[in-house]
């Protein structure tokens, strides 16, 4: 699967993920005390330029943010229709400053850096009995891995159908890709089990 | 949680992602297509119960905030989280585990085929339907600042797919209990 | 390799599905052979700790499966019949790594290791690949370079050559053969297993058979007929 993150040198690439997760933390807690559609649009324009900064291109900059913007867009003309212009520009221009310094964020930073990263958030979780750290990473990895295994099935199912001339309906596909997914589970633990990954106790 | 349990929340999670995938199904009655990803957030909570279930669901919601395009139409990375309808994406969770917890206690596998896809249903309508919307519908009001009357009306319009949805779910749930069961009872 | 069997029984959903059993195995390479349902399978299970005795004792090297399961486990690896649900992290060199984890080798080392174990088996181009996109040989393959890794005294293969075409059969079936770990088979394939060093054979939850190779083959055809 190929994750949002770009490769490159920039300032924000070299930042800690935490210091970029806490600052989006910041930012977004700033965006929402702030009711100036002026200062708003600054923050936004802010934004931009940090986005920009990446290079991206222009054509992977819009299409990585085109859905979430037609949602905002979409929002804020509701919003127009019955609250007026002044608050579709503060739900306009604080979604927006907030989206591009989140995608910001998201294309600087490496997938097995945030899994190390919510790997020692977990710890005091782990202190208190409440997860195993190290399970979260193992998790992703499974599901990262067994995504494409599922959409071999899911073809399969697809062809079984056509072969016997059924029309492809949701239960008839999602009934047998459950069941035919999930009855791996007990040999994928054994797996996990058998190479003593996840240490007994 | 068992390496078990942690696998089947794991191989769910990878079913929601991969439901996001594949295109549209269409409904043999009417012509809606179905986007089968929030579906699968009820079948988590259906066939898991709400522990695993809920542990599924926040997995997908961890690779969405990790950067992974796993949302249908490629969506992901932590401006979704931006989104003024993220409200709903973070309602998963709560609509895994509610359902989840309800199909616990409403659900076992002594019951009469119709009790149970009742149950089910009601499961998947409260948790899928009431909860996950709720929450949308008051982070939307929040966001736009048009009050929940507003946001409501807005919201009006994905109510009848979501129903549907929950009526899938709890054919699924109950054709899986059949052929191989998971879910675990609450007294 | 020491593995004992002491009274071990395993019971699955209240049906006892290995007789109370008394065993000691120390033969470099085992078979171990039976009809479906024999018992052959939670036997294997039994010695790697997945299955632990209801009744009795099993111990491997010294060590109790019940008390001391992970060190059972650093002792003898498994390979299970399904190679797709053996590699468990997206790229194989992070599944190969993951065994190593609770070593805490340095980074070096553990890539060291991880070259060093690809190379063993030929497949140090697959490395940086995707699991779905490897072939079922190049996946039992991987399976043998993940487990033995952690170089484990012992290695168990539940059906290793079921899943394969003849090619990939072949190509396995020589690595079995060239493993200078201890092993233990269970297999279909009574080729695979003619010129081992000792072979069991299972029937209704009993050890029926226990000797060498051909006699016990030859009992055993007789037996399925």
């Known amino acids: 699967m190929k994750t949002l993150y770009v490769e490159g040198d920039t300032f924000l690439h070299r930042l800690s993920p935490r210091t970029k997760l806490l600052g989006l933390a910041v930012v977004s807690l700033v965006l929402f005390l702030i009711h100036s559609p002026a200062i708003l649009s600054v923050a936004a324009a802010l934004g931009g330029i940090v986005y920009a900064s990446l290079r991206l291109g222009w054509r992977q900059?819009?299409?990585?943010?085109?859905?979430?913007?037609?949602?905002?867009?979409v929002v804020a003309l509701f919003?127009?229709?019955?609250?007026?212009?002044?608050?579709?520009?503060?739900?306009?221009?604080?979604?927006?400053?907030?989206a591009v310094f989140a995608a910001a964020v998201t294309a600087t930073t490496s997938t097995g850096d945030f899994i190390d990263e919510i790997t020692r958030l977990a710890m005091p979780l782990e202190r208190l009995g409440l997860v195993r750290a190290a399970d979260i990473g193992l998790s992703i990895g499974l599901v990262i891995r067994f995504v494409p295994e599922i959409l071999g099935r899911y073809q399969a199912i697809r062809d079984a159908h056509r072969a016997r001339g059924l029309k492809v309906r949701p239960l008839t596909l999602a009934v047998p890709l459950i069941i035919l997914t999930l009855k791996n589970a007990d040999e994928i633990a054994a797996a996990i089990d058998a190479r003593g990954v996840r240490a007994q106790k | 949680m068992t390496t078990r349990d942690l696998v089947l929340a794991a191989l769910f999670a990878a079913i929601i992602v991969a439901l996001g995938l594949v295109p549209p199904i269409m409904l043999g009655f009417i012509p809606v297509p179905i986007t089968a990803q929030s579906l699968g957030v009820m079948l988590a909570g259906v066939i898991l119960g709400a522990r695993r279930g809920g542990f599924a669901v926040l997995l997908v919601l961890l690779l969405v905030a990790i950067g992974l395009p796993v949302l249908s139409g490629g969506r992901g990375g932590l401006a979704t989280f931006a989104s003024p309808t993220a409200g709903y994406l973070v309602g998963w969770f709560f609509a895994a585990v509610v359902t989840g917890y309800c199909s616990e206690r409403f659900v076992d596998r002594s019951q009469a085929g119709i009790v149970q896809i009742t149950g089910f249903f009601l499961a998947a309508l409260l948790g899928g339907v009431v909860v996950d919307h709720a929450l949308g519908i008051f982070y939307l009001a929040y966001i736009t600042g048009t009050g929940l009357a507003t946001a409501f009306i807005g919201d009006l319009s994905f109510v009848p797919g979501d129903v549907l949805k929950a009526m899938i779910a709890a054919l699924a749930g109950r054709a899986v209990m059949v052929g191989y069961p998971l879910l675990p009872h609450r007294a | 390799m020491d593995i004992r069997f002491e009274q071990a029984e395993a019971r699955f959903e209240g049906r006892t599905v290995v007789q109370p059993l008394t065993l000691s195995l120390t033969e470099r390479r085992i078979g171990v052979i039976g009809l479906n349902g024999s018992g052959k399978t939670t036997f294997a299970r039994m010695i790697n700790g997945l299955v632990l005795p209801a009744a009795g004792l099993v111990t491997v090297n010294g060590f109790d499966t019940v008390k001391d399961g992970d060190k059972v486990r650093g002792q003898a690896g498994f390979i299970f019949q399904n190679p797709q649900n053996q590699i468990i992290l997206p790229i194989l060199k992070e599944d190969i790594a993951l065994g190593l984890k609770s070593r805490k080798l340095s980074k070096a080392e553990t890539d060291d290791a991880i070259d060093a174990v690809l190379a063993r088996f030929g497949i140090a181009h697959l490395g940086?690949?995707?699991?779905?996109?490897l072939?079922?040989?190049?996946?039992?393959?991987?399976a043998l370079a993940s487990v033995l890794v952690t170089r484990p005294d012992i290695l168990i293969m539940d059906e290793p050559t079921n899943q394969l075409d003849l090619r990939n059969r072949g190509l396995v079936e020589r690595t079995i053969h060239g493993l200078d770990e201890n092993v233990i088979v269970i297999s279909h394939d009574l080729g695979l297993i003619a010129d081992f060093d000792r072979v069991l054979c299972f029937h209704e939850g009993r050890l029926a058979d226990d000797g060498a190779p051909a006699e016990v083959i030859a009992r055993y055809r007789e037996l399925a007929a």
Do not use: K, M, Y
């Open chain 1, 61 to 73: 900059s819009w299409l990585r943010l085109r859905p979430i913007l037609l949602t905002i867009v």
């Open chain 1, 79 to 98: 919003t127009l229709v019955f609250n007026g212009w002044h608050d579709a520009l503060i739900v306009v221009t604080r979604l927006t400053a907030l």
């Open chain 3, 128 to 133: 940086e690949r995707r699991a779905h996109e």
């Open chain 3, 135 to 142: 072939s079922g040989g190049e996946l039992q393959l991987a």
